[in-house]
């Protein structure tokens, strides 16, 4: 069954710290992998777009990784900030046209 | 420009109401999607538009009529709805179907009474 499994499903964390988001995928044919950030009420945000050959990838204080065998993908957020609190969705894009989405996790960043 | 504009942001309406929702993209992207979300869950895809051709209906049933009058265009035309159809409407864009970068917009926040 082609699934998409975040956790944790929600994390509390004091603004400053790091996290690590965890996604986990079943879904085949993988064509390549999105994490989006998604503030309540908006849509969501792209952070990383990754393809099976690429294990890491950075956009600014967020670095996704990625592997292909294990079918594990991590977002770590470094120094975190307020602004981080939003939701974390991990994104599995199936063949060329099919997004599997997965449920996310709620990030609240504390001061 | 980078953005995808929904409006109108918010709507309520009665469930014998016809109204419409618009997405717009100036980006020159081919392929245009709606979504569903409910509040804590993930978006449901609902339609793919490739090259204004409606190319996927995830089963949607037919209170909600979506169309794509030109590339830059894409409306959601709601008849009948039910209260559980209140939710976040947002539309995607993209290049073209597959492996390219999807941008979203802001949503349409409905409310069916």
């Known amino acids: 069954k082609n699934q998409v499994e975040q956790s944790p499903q929600s994390l509390i964390i004091l603004e400053g710290k790091n996290c690590t988001l965890q996604?986990?995928?079943?879904?085949?044919?993988?064509?390549?992998l999105r994490w989006y950030k998604q503030d309540t009420g908006r849509g969501p945000v792209s952070l990383t777009i990754?393809?099976?050959?690429?294990n890491t990838k950075s956009n600014g204080r967020y670095t996704a990784t990625l592997d292909a065998d294990t079918k594990q993908s991590s977002l770590h957020i470094t120094a975190s900030q307020l602004s981080d609190s939003a939701s974390y969705i991990c994104?599995?894009?199936?063949?060329?046209?099919?997004?599997?989405f997965g449920a996310g996790t709620r990030l609240a960043v504390h001061p | 420009d980078t953005e995808v504009t929904q409006t109108p942001k918010h709507l309520v309406m009665g469930m014998t109401n016809k109204k419409s929702l618009k997405c717009e993209q100036h980006?020159?992207?081919?392929?245009m999607y709606w979504y569903k979300q409910k509040a804590k869950k993930p978006p449901e895809l609902m339609f793919v538009?490739?090259?204004?051709?409606?190319?996927i209906n995830e089963s949607v049933p037919s209170r909600f009529s979506p169309e794509c009058p030109n590339s830059s265009l894409l409306n959601l035309h709601l008849h009948a709805l039910q209260p559980e159809d209140s939710a976040l409407y947002l539309c995607a864009s993209e290049p073209t179907v597959g492996f390219y970068e999807q941008y979203f917009g802001p949503g349409t926040r409905l409310t069916v009474t």
């Open positions: 990754m393809t099976f050959s690429e």
């Open positions: 980006m020159g992207h081919r392929a």
């Open positions: 996604c986990n995928y079943t879904v085949s044919p993988f064509s390549n």
């Open positions: 538009y490739s090259y204004e051709k409606l190319s």
């Open positions: 994104v599995v894009l199936r063949g060329y046209n099919k997004l599997i």
